[in-house]
Each structure stands twice: as C-alpha cells, then as structure tokens.
C-alpha cells in the first residue's frame, strides 16, 4: 500500500470520528552552559537545546512546535519519522526511539490527537557535521515559517507541547 495524505477537507472531518495518530521528532544538540556570578566563572554544566519549528498555517500559526505529521494510512511508524524528518527539515535522523506517548484531548482545536514522541538524532553528512555552519541546510517544508534550536524554550508553543517539553526534561 502506499500511504497518501487525505484531501484537506476530509482530513479535517474524520477528526470528528475517531483519534489521529501523530508522530512527532525531539531532536536534541548537546550545548556547554556555564554559570557565572559577579564575573567568576563557577561550572560548567551539560544541557540539551531543542529543535523547535514555527508554524505557518492554523492551528497555531507563528507559534513554535515539535516537528511531526500525522500517520498516513499503511504507513509504518518508522517510515513516518523519517519523513517528517525529510519532508519538514530537509534532514536524516538515526538512533530513533519512542519517547512517550501523549494523550491529547484538548491541545489541537482540530480534536483527539494521539503523539507519539521519537527521540532522535540528526544523522552527520559526508564530512561528520549533523548540519554545516549555523544555518539550517534546507528550505523549511511550506507550512514552516522557521527552523531553530533552543537553550531555553519559547513563550509561544502551539499545541500540547510545551507540557510535552516539560515531561520530557526541558524548562
């Protein structure tokens, strides 16, 4: 079978007949925090930024989220993780594992939306980088204004995930 995305209107109406499964990516870069007071430098402390995307569209368009999609009909869930990867980052991913799974009943006014949350790696290019130079490698998919990392998390995160973040170890 391969998968296909429903037409707009048909994806929109079958929220109302059952949940929607969403694989979403948490991709982590390593960062060096050093914590300071009155000049003397006292630690350095290990931390992890996280890859955030800024919507375009509704729901939540200009706010921030986990990079996913929704589960195509006969589509694995492993092929999905790596196309949300290709299709909304222009990336590979490796060492892929599920995270958690979230139940969201109220945080996508679309409806009930089942996240499955994959921790991941971004897979290095030819010359061992995850991605050259402090630009994104790629174009953002359409209906992503912005692709970043964050030390500390946004204001603005769009549907259920800030609390997501939260359970998952990032203030």
Known sequence: MNPKKLPFQTFLR???????????LLIEQDIEVSQTSANVKFAKLNSKAVLLTKRKRLPFAGYWHLPGSFV???????????????EELGIKVENVKLAEAFDDLTGDPRGHVVDLV??????????????PG????????????????????????????????YTLGHR
């Open 14 to 24: 079958s929220f109302k007949y059952a949940p929607r499964v969403a694989v979403n």
């Open 72 to 86: 195509l009909k006969g589509e694995a869930l492993m092929n999905c993780v790596k196309r949300v990867a290709k």
């Open 118 to 131: 994959y921790r991941c790696t971004i897979k290095p290019d030819q010359k061992g980088q995850a991605f």
């Open 134 to 165: 402090k630009a994104w490698p790629s174009k953002p998919a359409d209906d992503t204004a912005e692709i970043k990392f964050f030390k500390k998390l946004p204001q603005n995160i769009g549907f259920n995930h800030l609390d997501t973040l």
